[in-house]
């Protein structure tokens, strides 16, 4: 399974950008990057996924590398309601599972 | 309303009993999957199935046991087998099996076993 790191915890205030980090060191060409956010007794939900260029969507944009070996999804102004845990998951070619890592915890200060 | 659905939000058994846990999707979803997730940890696949009538193990599927008799239907049972069978269940179907398929994920049913 392709390995990724997070910090364990991040914190930010509302209203303001937030970035939230992801190493991905041992990623092949073809490997997509999924990112999911987990709200406290509730299942994750989907946020972006990207394979080597910038996307954005309504939730967030993710910034890949240009070599791949790290990506950052940027929430443009947190709300009370971005606070969840965010999993960077690196999904190998025709791989039928995520592998969820422990993720990154987001506290969101009012 | 698309979606999936997992009940009992809540389940109680006492050990050495089998339990099996509902997980309803209709999405029209070919790919469905089960995960674990016991606390402050991230999730890990117990089984999934990428079409009707087939099913493949995941990373931990030792004392569990699933059916795919439908597209909208997965149930998980969770047998006398599992040593710690406590933690949080989550149901999840996609499109299909893959890489590139975002995976829609149900509300999850908190088992405890005393």
């Known amino acids: 399974d392709a390995k990724t790191t997070q910090p364990n915890s991040m914190e930010s205030n509302e209203e303001e950008p937030v970035h939230l980090p992801c190493n991905h060191s041992?990623?092949?060409?073809?490997?997509?990057i999924h990112w999911y956010r987990q709200l406290p007794s509730q299942g994750p939900e989907y946020v972006i996924h990207g394979l080597t260029s910038n996307v954005n969507n309504r939730m967030a944009s993710l910034a890949i590398a240009e070599d791949r070996k790290s990506s950052t999804l940027i929430l443009h102004r947190a709300t009370l309601r971005d606070a969840a845990v965010y999993y960077c998951?690196?999904?190998?070619?025709?791989?039928?599972?995520?592998?969820f890592g422990q993720g990154t915890r987001l506290t969101i200060n009012p | 309303d698309g979606g999936i659905t997992q009940s009992p939000k809540y389940l109680f058994r006492k050990e050495g009993q089998n339990v099996t846990l509902s997980c309803e999707q209709n999405?029209?979803?070919?790919?469905m999957y089960w995960y674990r997730q016991d606390p402050g940890q991230g999730l890990r696949l117990i089984y999934y199935?990428?079409?009707?009538?087939?099913?493949q193990k995941g990373d931990i599927a030792e004392g569990y046991s699933v059916s795919r008799e439908k597209k909208e239907s997965f149930p998980l049972t969770v047998t006398s087998a599992q040593k710690n069978p406590t933690a949080f269940y989550l149901c999840?179907?996609?499109?299909?099996?893959?890489?590139?398929?975002?995976?829609?994920f149900g509300p999850g049913t908190r088992l405890t076993v005393t």
């Open positions: 999405l029209n979803h070919d790919a």
């Open positions: 041992t990623i092949s060409g073809t490997d997509y």
């Open positions: 999840a179907s996609s499109m299909s099996a893959g890489d590139r398929a975002e995976q829609y």
């Open positions: 199935s990428q079409i009707v009538n087939d099913f």
């Open positions: 998951i690196d999904i190998i070619q025709g791989a039928q599972k995520l592998v």
